[in-house]
T-cell receptor, first 114, second 112 residues
Framework: ETGVTQSPTHLIKTRGQQVTLRCSSQ?????VSWYQQALGQGPQFIFQ???????GRGNFPPRFSGLQFPNYSSELNVNALELDDSALYLC?????????????FGSGTRLTVV | KQEVTQIPAALSVPEGENLVLNCSFT??????LQWFRQDPGKGLTSLLL?????REQTSGRLNASLDKSSGRSTLYIAASQPGDSATYLC???????????FGGGTRVLVKP
């Protein structure tokens, strides 16, 4: 089975621009979550999507938005990029019964805002 | 609000020594606790998952325990190897089941 795949792996953007990051969930997983990880810190929850709807959101402003598609893949969009948005963005997918199987993470997208 | 703490933040041991990594959390209403490994600049690899009703899980040289009442988990790595050098993160899934709350990680260096 394929795991969680993210694209692109690296990205450099200019402050004020917009960016879209993509994630394909693992086969059999119907929920996708996004996390932001600043250097030297643990990942912070951005939001989760289930059945194409947002199912929980962390402490991130509205310029962070997302989508989930019928095939359970997902996009993370960030508008009006700020320097502090530079981070590793991680996508995680989970099957039903997350309490039993937990979350599976992708390799991440390294975003640098200059 | 759930808070997860990992102590120590960094650890350096000689090869062959056993590793003990600690994780504490403030809210015992969890679905499960996961331990992850992260290599520099890479994604997270799940090592062990302990459901809230379980006390421990084992995989090879790894053993993780969970004490929900005291809000603690410990990851033991037996007979450490240089390849075990990485950052280890613990995370709990809250009762809503919709997010992981992570600790800050423990950076481990195993010296040959």
């Amino acid at each position: 089975e394929t795991g969680v795949t993210q694209s692109p792996t690296h990205l450099i953007k200019t402050r004020g621009q917009q960016v879209t990051l993509r994630c394909s969930s693992q086969s059999g997983h119907n929920t996708v979550s996004w996390y932001q990880q600043a250097l030297g810190q643990g990942p912070q929850f951005i939001f989760q999507y289930y059945r194409e709807e947002e199912n929980g959101r962390g402490n991130f402003p509205p310029r962070f938005s997302g989508l989930q598609f019928p095939n359970y893949s997902s996009e993370l969009n960030v508008n009006a990029l700020e320097l502090d948005d530079s981070a590793l963005y991680l996508c995680a997918s989970s099957p039903p019964l997350v309490e039993v199987y937990g979350y599976t993470f992708g390799s991440g997208t390294r975003l640098t805002v200059v | 609000k759930q808070e997860v703490t990992q102590i120590p933040a960094a650890l350096s041991v000689p090869e062959g020594e056993n590793l003990v990594l600690n994780c504490s959390f403030t809210d015992s209403a969890i679905y499960n606790l996961q331990w992850f490994r992260q290599d520099p600049g890479k994604g997270l690899t799940s090592l062990l998952l302990i459901q809230s009703s379980q006390r421990e899980q084992t995989s090879g040289r790894l053993n993780a325990s969970l004490d929900k009442s005291s809000g603690r988990s410990t990851l033991y790595i037996a007979a450490s190897q240089p390849g075990d050098s990485a950052t280890y993160l613990c995370a709990v899934t809250g009762a809503a089941g919709n997010k992981l709350t992570f600790g800050g990680g423990t950076r481990v260096l195993v010296k040959p």
